[in-house]
């Protein structure tokens, strides 16, 4: 097979080397790809949401399967402009379309989804400009903290989490009324706040059957003890010891049988998969969010962990045949240590160069933000590497990643060095 992955970043090296593994690949190409991509595929310069180049690049290199990174282009259809087009319509693509792609796109819209399906997620209204008095009623009427949510996708920085009522007010002000996070914050979701600790769970789903892939959670902020700003994500460590079987049971049967039976009974067609943002509250699982693809850093864990042939999971996707297929996992615990630019989740500089990235055999260096201009490696993102180990034990997979993290070099280097420290 010759297969195009989107996307650029660690969760799209965690792809590339995965599927390089297939005994069904032929080529493989990545758009645009980074410095790690092109060490296991070919990188084009083409952007996931430009379609008409995509489509030519297919048609040119006689792609079998697309596989979709990053929700943008998925939000924006990319799905349903294959299904539209004469020449692309057989072409199988791994992400749902516009309409499934809505439980990310959306906040208000799958806030919707969750009540009609009866999914647990926490109490919320949604408001618009028009509605703002009757925002600011509701408002007063939750407990602190307040949880607000740009409605439409915000590059992850949507969600406001605000002790305080007057500041929680000015931000909603913000959002709606002078267009703070543009259009995405035209409709704004207020919604209770959940009091737990929160996990990551990854289906994937062929339109009718499903398979629930390894737990993973993740690590959001910049700052050790889980302080400072939100960032993409500093870490990752797969399976997540509190996601027990009985845990697990209940989502199962609260949450994913639900979803697939609530996108069936909605009509929506959905061949990808869903990444579900939860909360474990006093042992029961809460949905905070549904995403439309992998989470990143969560896919440099999980993918790894994963021993079936990834393309054969997704060709059974493609022809509704998942449930042919058996699951098989490593037993063993990954994690994986983000290596950031300094700076980063604000300013940051790019063009540095990296030294010490000599072949590693205790872990997998998986590139996000980095770039070669044929002679050397440079960084060109906030997140630049993930660095993946397993383990026996979270410790000792860890103790790897740091240890590789340690002889990666490059100015203004940071990562968390508590990565998984909460879960032993
Ligand atoms: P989201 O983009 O919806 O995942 O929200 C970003 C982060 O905000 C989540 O990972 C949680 O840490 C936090 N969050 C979102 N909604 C809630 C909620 N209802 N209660 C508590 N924390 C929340
Ligand atoms: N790591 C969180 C995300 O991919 O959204």
């Not at 630049?384 to 000792?396: K, P, R």
Request: aromatic share 8%; hydrophobic share 35%.
């Amino acid at each position: 097979m010759n297969v195009l992955i989107l996307g650029s970043g660690g969760r799209e090296h965690a792809f590339t080397w995965k599927i390089a593994q297939s005994k069904k690949l032929e080529n493989l190409y990545i758009a645009p790809g980074n410095a790690g991509t092109s060490q296991c595929g070919t990188n084009v310069a083409i952007s996931p949401t430009d379609f008409e180049s995509v489509k030519h690049f297919v048609w040119e290199k006689n792609i079998h399967l697309v596989v979709v990174g990053p929700e943008d282009p998925l939000v924006k259809g990319i799905h349903d402009f294959f299904l539209n087009d004469e020449v692309l319509k057989d072409i199988p693509v791994i992400g749902p379309g516009k309409d499934g792609a809505m439980l990310e796109g959306s906040k208000a819209f799958s806030k919707q989804f969750m009540i009609r399906h009866k999914v647990p997620t926490a109490a919320y209204r949604s408001f618009t400009k028009e509605t703002l008095k009757e925002a600011e009623a509701f408002l007063k009427k939750l407990n602190p903290p307040y949880v607000l949510k740009a409605d439409g996708l915000a590059a992850g920085k949507g969600v406001l989490i605000i002790e305080n009522e007057e500041e929680a007010f000015m931000e909603l002000k913000s959002m709606l009324t002078e267009g703070k996070f543009g259009s995405a914050g035209n409709t704004v979701v207020i919604e209770e706040f959940l009091k737990g600790i929160e996990c990551s769970v990854f289906v994937l789903c062929d339109g009718n059957s499903y398979k629930i892939l390894p737990t993973a959670k993740d690590y959001k902020r910049i700052g050790e003890g889980d302080t400072g700003l939100n960032t993409g994500g500093m870490g990752a460590i797969s399976p997540v010891p509190f996601a027990n079987n009985e845990f697990l049971q209940k989502v199962e049967q609260r949450i994913i049988i639900p979803t697939i039976e609530g996108l069936k009974k909605d009509n929506i067609s959905y061949k990808g998969f869903i990444f579900i943002g939860l909360m474990n509250v006093g042992g029961d699982p809460f949905v905070i969010e549904y995403n439309c693809r992998m989470g990143d850093p969560e896919t440099e864990v999980v993918i790894p962990r994963i021993k079936n042939d990834l393309l054969e999971l997704f060709e059974h996707v493609a022809a509704g045949k998942l449930s042919e297929l058996t699951l098989e996992t490593d037993e063993r615990f990954a994690a994986t240590v983000v290596l950031v630019s300094g700076g980063y989740p604000g300013e940051y500089q790019k063009g540095k160069t990296i030294t010490g990235l000599t072949r590693e055999t205790n872990c997998m260096v998986f590139h996000a933000g980095t770039r070669s201009d044929g002679e050397e490696i440079q960084t060109s993102g906030g997140r630049v590497f993930a660095i993946t180990s397993f383990g026996n034990s979270i410790n000792d997979a860890t103790s790897k990643s740091f240890s590789c993290a340690e002889k990666i070099n490059y100015e203004g280097k940071y990562y968390r060095s508590d990565i998984g420290k909460d879960l032993i």
